[in-house]
């Protein structure tokens, strides 16, 4: 009761308004992060590489397959014994990386190598041991200056890292990794192999898109596929794949589970069947097409989303043909009905005049 006015209590109003509230809009919540489809055991299996090697783990996954997500868990799991570096770029160089590396993990009172011969003339000298001093070099430098601010950046990294400047072990996170160069990853590679009487300290979990998985990948990889960077060829990196009909289904009711308690039950068989047909197992276009169909239902006032909102979220884009024929269509029939319509207009003044 508002004012003593029961009527004004607006029972009848949507519960999930557009474009921000309502289910699947938190895509990179990890308290929604669903174990199933193998993903709950592949971070345990990156974790479990990790303790043993030092050898990079790349997981490799389709656009939408939940890579950042899975980054986001991994970073959240093992915060406590290393320290995260999560490196998102569209395009990775080794210059860039580097240049993120000795901006998060070395200390404050560490001096990039090259301001120090700036500010006094002299080269610091190094002293600490186990230090790979030369990285490779990339065939593409156009000036010897990149090669020089890349042994800097990677002598004073690996002094950082020797001194403890961090307390923790680096753990750098690589998401989205679809143009990584082969140069790039030998530096990390190079990274990798930094070590103290404690074994190696630099781990790395690269992230990488590839959309063709049907050619295989590691040793079972095609020999035809020659675009294809040398380093996927040589291991054995863990794929991220669809999910089936069955797991579709779990993952919805997981996620209306954990967004509203009462509505975990909302989408029945045919609708996680319509979801799968339409989003081949994709996390992202299964969050899509949920999300557009709540936002239908709230933009219609109803109380609960329903299989016809899923269908119409469900309708493919018009294409750009069909948009050009029905424009070409609609000015035909618009020319059509003024011909009509000046020939039924001369045909009633000659009528006139004739009777005139």
Same mark, same amino acid.
């Given at each position: 009761?508002i004012n003593g006015n029961p009527s004004r209590l607006e029972l009848e109003k949507p519960e999930y308004l557009p474009p921000t509230e309502g289910p699947f809009h938190a895509?990179?919540?990890?308290?929604?992060?669903?174990?199933?489809?193998?993903?709950?055991?592949?971070?345990?299996?990156?974790?479990? =590489?990790? #303790?043993?090697?030092?050898?990079?783990?790349?997981?490799?996954?389709?656009?939408?397959?939940?890579?950042?997500?899975?980054?986001?868990?991994?970073? /959240?799991?093992?915060?406590?014994?290393? &320290?995260?570096?999560?490196?998102?770029?569209?395009?990775?160089?080794?210059?860039?990386?580097?240049?993120?590396?000795?901006?998060?993990?070395?200390?404050?009172?560490?001096?990039?190598?090259?301001?120090?011969?700036?500010?006094?003339?002299?080269?610091?000298?190094?002293?600490?041991?186990?230090?790979?001093?030369?990285?490779?070099?990339?065939?593409? /430098?156009?000036?010897? /200056?990149?090669? !020089?601010?890349?042994?800097? %950046?990677?002598?004073?990294?690996?002094?950082?890292? %020797?001194?403890?400047?961090?307390?923790?072990?680096?753990?750098?996170?690589?998401?989205?990794?679809?143009?990584l160069t082969q140069d790039c990853y030998d530096t990390i590679e190079h990274l990798t192999r930094i070590e103290n009487r404690f074994g190696n300290i630099f781990k790395t979990?690269?992230?990488?898109?590839?959309?063709?998985?049907?050619?295989?990948?590691? =040793?079972?990889?095609?020999? @035809?596929?020659? !675009?294809?960077?040398?380093?996927?060829?040589?291991?054995?990196?863990?794929?991220?794949?669809? %999910?089936?009909?069955?797991?579709?289904?779990?993952?919805? @009711?997981?996620?209306?589970?954990?967004? !509203?308690? &009462?509505?975990? !039950?909302?989408?029945?068989?045919? #609708?996680?069947?319509?979801?799968?047909?339409?989003?081949?197992?994709?996390?992202?276009?299964?969050?899509?097409?949920?999300?557009?169909?709540?936002?239908?239902?709230?933009?219609?006032?109803?109380?609960? #989303?329903?299989?016809?909102?899923?269908?119409?979220?469900?309708?493919?884009?018009?294409?750009?043909?069909?948009?050009?024929?029905? =424009?070409?269509?609609?000015?035909?029939?618009?020319?059509?009905?003024?011909?009509?319509?000046?020939?039924?207009?001369?045909?009633?003044?000659?009528?006139?005049?004739?009777?005139?």
């Amino acid at each position: 009761m508002i004012n003593g006015n029961p009527s004004r209590l607006e029972l009848e109003k949507p519960e999930y308004l557009p474009p921000t509230e309502g289910p699947f809009h938190a895509a990179s919540n990890i308290y929604m992060f669903y174990g199933g489809g193998e993903r709950s055991a592949i971070v345990d299996q990156i974790t479990a =590489r990790l #303790m043993r090697s030092s050898e990079p783990v790349v997981v490799l996954g389709e656009e939408g397959s939940g890579k950042s997500m899975m980054s986001l868990v991994l970073a /959240d799991r093992l915060q406590e014994n290393y &320290n995260i570096v999560r490196c998102e770029q569209d395009r990775l160089d080794t210059i860039t990386l580097l240049k993120q590396l000795h901006l998060e993990l070395t200390s404050e009172t560490t001096a990039h190598p090259s301001a120090v011969i700036a500010r006094t003339g002299i080269a610091p000298e190094n002293d600490s041991p186990n230090i790979e001093q030369d990285i490779p070099a990339s065939d593409t /430098d156009e000036s010897n /200056d990149i090669c !020089d601010d890349q042994q800097s %950046l990677f002598s004073s990294i690996s002094t950082s890292i %020797l001194n403890g400047a961090t307390n923790k072990k680096p753990l750098l996170l690589i998401v989205d990794a679809g143009s990584l160069t082969q140069d790039c990853y030998d530096t990390i590679e190079h990274l990798t192999r930094i070590e103290n009487r404690f074994g190696n300290i630099f781990k790395t979990v690269i992230f990488q898109t590839w959309q063709d998985l049907s050619k295989g990948v590691g =040793r079972h990889a095609s020999t @035809q596929d020659a !675009d294809k960077p040398l380093y996927l060829k040589q291991q054995e990196p863990i794929v991220l794949r669809r %999910l089936n009909l069955a797991e579709i289904s779990e993952y919805l @009711q997981h996620h209306m589970l954990l967004f !509203d308690y &009462n509505k975990r !039950d909302m989408f029945t068989r045919d #609708m996680a069947y319509f979801i799968a047909d339409r989003s081949d197992g994709v996390f992202k276009s299964i969050n899509l097409l949920a999300r557009n169909a709540f936002i239908l239902a709230s933009l219609e006032g109803a109380q609960q #989303m329903s299989m016809s909102h899923l269908l119409m979220a469900g309708l493919p884009p018009p294409s750009e043909k069909k948009q050009v024929w029905y =424009r070409r269509s609609r000015d035909a029939r618009k020319w059509g009905v003024a011909a009509i319509a000046g020939a039924i207009v001369l045909s009633i003044v000659v009528t006139i005049q004739i009777l005139t």
